[in-house]
């Protein structure tokens, strides 16, 4: 793929990610590794009206190189690309339903999410921490992420939204929109005796796609 077939790329799917209520105003934000570097969307910009080349570019470093001045959140983005050497992109949103999640005070802070369906396993993995608030743009949630992001694809930040990674940027796009819904699932289970599936399923479906 090219670089502007990957700008491309990014601006269609965060247009799909507004159009369909995952972000709005001009919350979240989307990276993706180059051969040489970073697209990371600009700050205060809304995933619904982003221009390809405008995308901020960032060198190898993190550091701004061209385009329009990054997503305060790049240290965010950075700690899942030091934490996890396969990830391609990384996918910030202030979903409603994940980030309801994280606003509660009483669910398992290392798993929140049980084992519902088998794609929310299969796209996010068999578990995604919740870490404590950060204010957005605080640098001090960088080192907490990174740490979490060795054993996890995605974690959650309390009180204000998810962070996902993936191979590739379809990969972390369709698992922010898979732990959107399982966390829909989980709130509209809440209370009830819902069947999980077995840690024998999740492991059956991690071992066959990985
Ligand atoms: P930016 O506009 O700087 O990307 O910040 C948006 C956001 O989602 C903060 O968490």
Redesign the pocket.
């Known amino acids: 793929m090219t670089e502007d077939d990957t700008r491309a790329l990014l601006v269609a799917l965060a247009a799909s990610l507004f159009a369909r209520g995952f972000?709005v105003g001009?919350?979240?934000?989307i990276s993706v590794r180059l051969p040489d570097g970073f697209l990371?969307?600009?700050?205060?910009?809304s995933l619904g009206h982003l221009q390809p080349a405008r995308l901020s570019r960032l060198d190898d470093g993190f550091h701004h190189v061209a385009g329009d001045k990054?997503?305060?959140?790049v240290f965010?983005h950075r700690a899942f690309y030091a934490a996890r050497p396969e990830c391609g992109a990384v996918v910030?949103?202030?979903s409603t339903m994940a980030t309801a999640v994280g606003c509660l005070p009483d669910v398992n802070p290392d798993n929140p999410i049980p084992p519902l369906t088998p794609y929310f396993v299969m796209r996010v993995g068999r578990r995604m921490p919740v870490l404590r608030y950060y204010r957005?743009?605080d640098p001090a949630m960088e080192p907490a992420i990174a740490a979490a992001a060795r054993e996890a694809r995605a974690v959650l930040?309390a009180n204000?939204?998810p962070v996902v990674s993936g191979r590739t940027l379809t990969d972390a796009v369709y698992a922010a929109e898979e732990l959107e819904e399982a966390a829909k699932l989980f709130l509209l289970l809440r209370g009830a005796d819902a069947r999980l599936l077995s840690p024998a399923q999740v492991e059956d479906l991690l071992s066959t796609f990985g």
């Open positions: 972000s001009s919350a979240g934000n990371i969307t600009p700050t205060n910009s990054p997503s305060k959140e965010m910030h949103l202030h957005p743009g930040l204000h939204g």
